[in-house]
C-alpha cells in the first residue's frame, strides 16, 4: 500500500488521488535549481532605485482651514462663551467686522463700486471728526463711510453720531448702537474723540437725506456749530467728507406728509419707484459714488475755552461747510455720468 506522501527518488512528494498515484514536483527539486545571478546582474539590482509605493509612507494631507472658515469658528465660539467685549456706548467691533461690515462691504465694493480721495488725511491713530454731507432718502451715505473709513485705515472704525430717530425704530436702534453709532450729543462726542476714536457727524440731518431731487449737492443748513464746540473741547482735527452719488440711488420728487406723520416719521418719500413697485421700488439705483476726504482743520492751536467765542465757532463751522460744497462742487465737474463716474 502506498503511503499518503512519499518522496520519490528524485525528491518529489507522491500522493494517491482516487487510486492513482500523483507526484508533486518542487519547485527547485534537483536538475531545477534557479540559476546563479552574475556579478554584473547582481550589481545591477543592488543600484536599481527604489520607487516608493503611491502614498505608502506619506501621510495624507490635512486639509488647512481658510481664514473666512478659521475666523467663523472663533466667532462662534466666542458668541457660545461669551468671550467678547461691548463698550460702555454699546458698540461690539468683533460682531461688527464679522456681521455687519461684510454685507455692506459687498454693497460699497460692486454696487456702488465706490471710489476714495484724500485718504492720507485720515489719522492713523488719535481722535479725529469727519463731518459729511448729507442726503440719499435714506442715509447709505453714513454707512458707505464708515467702510470707507474702517478699509482705508487698516481697521479704524468710525463712530457715527445719530438722530433720535434711529434709536427708537426698532431693531435700527440695536443694529446702530451695536455697530458704533451714538445719539448726537455733544457730551458723547466728546468722550469719544477724548477717547481717541474717529467720530463722524451729518450736521444737515434729516433736512439733508430728505431734500428733493431738486435741491441735490445743495448743502443744508449745519446748525449751530455743535459738532465744532465737540472737536474744539477735545483739540481734534475737523476732516470735511464729501460723498456724491448717493443723492441719485432714490430720486425724491415728492413727500406724502400725511403717511410720515402717521409713521413719525419726517418725511415719506415719494420717488420714481417708490412706492409705485413696493418693496422692488426700495432698491436703490446703482449710482457711482466717490468720498472724498479733506485737509484736516486744526482745532488745537484755539483751546477748550475757544467754545465760548461765538464767532470763532461760526467761522470755523463756515469753513467745513464751504470747504465741502466747493468739493462736491469740483467733483461734480469732473463727473461724466451718474451711473459710470
Not at 487510486?19 to 527539486?29: F, T, W
Not at 412706492?275 to 472724498?292: D, N, Q, R, V
Request: some cysteine.
Amino acid at each position: 500500500m502506498t503511503k499518503p506522501h512519499d518522496l520519490d527518488d528524485f525528491g518529489s512528494e507522491a500522493e494517491t488521488v482516487g487510486g492513482a498515484e500523483a507526484q508533486v514536483i518542487p519547485l527547485h527539486g534537483p536538475g531545477r535549481e534557479k540559476p546563479a545571478a552574475s556579478p554584473r546582474d547582481e550589481a545591477a539590482r543592488v543600484d536599481a532605485p527604489v520607487v516608493a509605493f503611491p502614498g505608502a509612507d506619506q501621510p495624507a494631507p490635512e486639509e488647512p482651514l481658510s481664514d473666512a472658515a478659521r475666523s467663523a469658528l472663533g466667532f462662534i465660539r466666542d458668541r457660545l462663551t461669551g468671550d467678547y467685549t461691548v463698550d460702555e456706548f454699546g458698540f461690539d467691533a468683533e460682531l461688527t467686522d464679522a456681521v455687519f461690515l461684510p454685507p455692506l462691504r459687498a454693497l460699497y465694493k460692486k454696487w456702488f463700486r465706490v471710489d476714495t480721495y484724500g485718504v492720507e488725511n485720515l489719522p492713523a491713530s488719535g481722535g479725529a471728526l469727519l463731518v459729511s454731507n448729507h442726503s440719499g432718502t435714506i442715509p447709505l451715505d453714513s454707512l458707505m463711510t464708515a467702510v470707507a473709513v474702517h478699509d482705508e485705515t487698516g481697521g479704524r472704525h468710525l463712530r457715527g453720531l445719530g438722530a433720535d430717530l434711529v434709536f427708537q425704530v426698532p431693531l435700527v436702534g440695536s443694529f446702530a448702537r451695536k455697530s458704533g453709532q451714538t445719539l448726537a450729543c455733544n457730551a458723547d462726542a466728546e468722550r469719544l474723540l477724548r477717547g481717541g476714536e474717529l467720530v463722524g457727524v451729518w450736521p444737515e440731518g434729516f433736512k439733508g437725506i430728505g431734500k428733493p431731487f431738486s435741491s441735490r449737492y445743495k448743502l443744508q443748513r449745519f446748525g449751530r456749530g455743535g459738532f465744532v464746540s465737540a472737536a474744539l473741547r477735545a483739540g481734534v482735527p475737523i476732516i470735511p467728507v464729501s460723498v456724491i452719488g448717493a443723492e441719485e440711488i432714490y430720486p425724491k420728487l415728492g413727500d406724502i406728509k400725511v403717511l410720515a406723520r402717521m409713521l413719525g416719521l419726517p418725511y415719506f418719500p415719494v420717488t420714481p419707484f417708490f412706492p409705485m413697485f413696493g418693496l422692488l421700488g426700495a432698491i436703490p439705483l446703482p449710482t457711482k459714488w466717490s468720498i472724498e476726504f479733506g485737509e484736516p482743520i486744526a482745532t488745537d492751536a484755539y483751546g477748550p475755552e475757544a467754545v465760548e467765542d461765538p464767532m470763532l465757532v461760526f467761522q470755523l463751522t463756515d469753513q467745513v461747510r464751504e470747504s465741502i460744497q466747493q468739493t462736491l462742487y469740483q467733483r461734480l465737474s469732473q463727473r461724466k455720468s451718474v451711473f459710470r463716474g
